[in-house]
């Protein structure tokens, strides 16, 4: 119990150290966290995004015209945090939920049989350009949900991508 009580202050410390960190640091490094309950969060940057798979949806906001937008699928990034997948996405896995956090404090929720395509097949995707140019630097990163009627799920600035496990013992 000692020990976990450090390891808690040793982390708060961590993550205000990474809050007090200039915002043209932050900006000229744009990071998203990803997380699993009970395990460290992984960061990922422009750089880990690369390297996975790629997506491209045609799709436009309300009141904006139809843009092509690239990035990532949120259910592979997602599958990164070994969340279960195929065969094995059943019982409790059926009630994780994910929670995207934008810079403001917005978020939006989806769950993972959602996104899974032997489900829901929901195509979100976590865009790094639009139309083949970078986003801006002020919003790295943004939520795109090309089938929602609305777009109140498209979030821009895109922080924190958290597995939550929504099950009841």
């Not at 009580?5 to 490094?29: M, T, V």
């Not at 139309?131 to 630097?137: C, E, I, M, S, V």
């Amino acid at each position: 119990m000692h020990l976990r009580w450090i390891f808690s202050c040793l982390s708060c410390l961590a993550l205000s150290a990474y809050a007090a960190e200039p915002a043209s640091r932050q900006a000229d490094h744009p990071t998203i966290k990803l997380v699993l309950d009970g395990k460290p969060a992984d960061l990922l940057d422009q750089a880990a995004l690369a390297t996975m798979p790629r997506a491209t949806v045609k799709a436009a906001a309300q009141d904006e015209q139809p843009s092509t937008w690239q990035g990532v699928a949120l259910e592979d990034i997602v599958s990164r945090t070994c969340v279960a997948s195929g065969d094995a996405l059943e019982g409790r896995a059926l009630a994780r939920l994910i929670r995207v956090t934008a810079a403001d404090g917005h978020q939006v929720v989806f769950s993972a049989a959602e996104l899974h395509p032997d489900f829901g097949n929901t195509q979100v995707i976590l865009a790094d350009s639009r139309d083949g140019k970078p986003l801006a630097p002020d919003s790295p990163f943004r939520l795109i949900v090309p089938k929602d009627k609305r777009s109140d799920r498209w979030v821009s600035f895109v922080t924190t991508i958290e597995v939550v496990d929504a099950s009841t013992p």
